[in-house]
């Protein structure tokens, strides 16, 4: 998923197909163990603009994981903003997707 995003949205760009695997798993490892704690630290400001600021911890985290990963480059905030946001939205068609396959079995 994370190669489709590389094509999607300008600014971000990955070398290879290993390095985007690497990518997905320490992202996912940040969703699972950070992005909790951020989400509780932040419980303020999310119900102030009723969950909106979950994107920004997203673009965050998508940010901090281009700086962690050689050969994954996002040109600006923006680029992690949007990044994560397209990397959302493929995330909750598939996830549909195979709902809906796995029901009408």
């Known amino acids: ?6 094509y999607i949205v300008p600014g971000i760009s990955v070398k290879s197909f290993y390095t985007a ?3 997905a798993l320490i992202y996912g490892i940040l969703n699972a ?10 419980l303020p400001i999310n119900l102030i603009t009723l ?10 985290l ?3 994981v281009s700086s962690i990963v050689k050969g994954f480059e996002i040109a600006s905030f923006w680029s992690a903003f949007f990044g994560a946001l ?3 939205l493929i995330s909750f068609i598939t996830n ?4 809906s396959a796995k029901a009408s079995k």
């Open 1 to 6: 998923m994370v190669i489709l995003v590389t």
């Open 21 to 23: 695997l690497i990518v």
């Open 33 to 42: 163990i950070i992005r909790p704690i951020l989400v509780i630290l932040t």
């Open 51 to 60: 969950g909106l600021f979950t994107l920004v911890i997203n673009a965050g």
């Open 62 to 64: 998508f940010w901090l």
């Open 86 to 88: 397209v990397l959302w």
């Open 96 to 99: 549909a997707a195979l709902k």
